[in-house]
């Protein structure tokens, strides 16, 4: 049965700096309302926004520390406000990727399934309603990152093949076969790297581990024209378990993650012209194991609502991102974050320092 929709809003009000010389940027309200909670708590799970505006929530983990990975989906309904069951995927996946097709479909590829990584594929039809496995990619990934490319295939790259085992390799699903081919090798092996789709249609691959306490400051473009990895220049400090997003102007902000001096409040900018990397904004406390909980609000803003203990919000032009004041969500690892068709984010799920995984849902509505 659906959960109910329990909204308690809370007024949020945060004042906004900005950078010297820069114009002063109006305050920016939150209002937060509570969402009531999905049907089973989940953390590394994937929340995709299907076309029709509802989002499809797929796999992720349950139980304290994670010990039971979900085959189960779920639909969040943002006009009834209410989550409903959607059917089991072919495979239980936990740290996989998903990402929706050009003709309206989820494409959900790797993970593990509580005993192996796995290369199983599988789509989400939304006219059908049902999961349909596809041709498995040719190798089993842990974590891979995913990127769409402009002309309507999906990059697929790094992950692990089992803990420690960074991968090289790269593949491209072609939506029009179904089936994945190996594309080149990237510089580096990675995992818990991040990759973001460039509006010169290059992909930008930023960070990760190559193995076990080896943090990567490097950064790498796939071109689609060249079919071809090229490293770019490199981030000030390694980081992986960070977030990334594209920024209105084209540039990338990378946020948070951990390296060996531990959790990160720094930010960096990528700027595609000239493939470097620039101090960004500081975070207000450190935020990690976030790559599904930050996203680009309509106006430019920059929200994170994940990865630690409260929600952060960037206006552009400010020095460093406020965090928002309130009742605090908590601490919620490997949650998501989605931007809602009318410009509401709803969070969903992550796991807290106990990693004990949550089904408590979020509505973050910005406004000016």
């Known amino acids: 049965m659906a959960a109910k929709a329990n909204v308690a809003g809370v007024l949020l009000a945060l004042s906004i700096g900005t950078a010297a010389c820069a114009e002063k940027a109006p305050d920016t309200q939150l209002v937060v309302n ?17 076309n029709d505006g509802r989002l499809l929530i797929t796999g992720g983990c349950k139980r304290d520390s994670c010990e039971q990975v979900l085959e189960s989906s779920e639909l969040f309904d943002a006009i009834a406000r209410t989550f409903r069951p959607a059917g089991a995927m072919t ?41 349909t496995a596809a041709i498995p990619l040719h190798s089993a ?19 692990e093949s089992r803990t420690g085992s960074a991968l090289s390799s790269a593949e491209i699903f072609d939506p029009r076969t179904n089936a994945a081919g190996l594309a080149s090798a990237m510089t580096a092996a990675r995992n818990r790297n991040t990759a973001t789709a460039l509006a010169d249609g290059r992909v930008l691959i930023v ?56 959790r990160l409040a720094a930010t960096e900018i990528f ?19 976030l ?37 605090a969500i908590g601490e919620r690892s490997f949650a998501t974050a989605t931007l809602l068709h009318g ?11 106990a990693i004990r995984p949550t089904a408590a849902a979020w509505r973050i509505s910005p406004s000016r």
């Open 34 to 50: 509570v969402m009531g909670a999905m049907n089973e708590p989940r953390a590394g799970h994937q929340t995709t926004a299907l």
């Open 343 to 353: 410009g509401d984010v709803l969070a969903l799920g992550g796991y807290d320092s």
């Open 291 to 327: 790559p599904d909980a930050i996203v680009l609000l309509r106006d430019g803003a920059v929200l994170v609502a994940g990865g630690g203990e409260t929600p952060e919000i960037w206006v552009p032009g400010a020095p460093a991102f406020k965090t928002v004041r309130g009742d």
């Open 91 to 131: 495979t239980p996946r936990v740290s996989h990727a998903a990402i929706r097709l050009p003709d309206g479909r989820v494409l959900i590829v790797g993970g593990w399934t509580g005993r192996a990584a796995t290369a199983q594929v599988e789509i989400y039809d939304p006219a059908t309603s049902a999961f």
């Open 271 to 289: 700027d595609p012209a000239s493939n470097r990397f620039t101090p960004g904004p500081r975070l207000a406390s450190a935020h990690y194991k």
């Open 141 to 159: 990934r842990i974590s891979p990152a995913a990127a769409a490319l402009p002309d309507g295939r999906v990059l697929i790259a790094g992950g």
């Open 207 to 262: 960070g990760g581990v190559s193995g076990r306490g080896r943090y990567l400051s490097t950064a790498e473009v796939y071109d689609p024209a060249t079919r071809a990895f090229r490293r770019v220049g490199d981030m000030a400090m390694p980081r992986h378990k960070h977030g990334a997003v594209r920024l209105a102007d084209g540039r990338v902000m990378i946020v948070g993650g951990e390296n060996s001096d531990g």
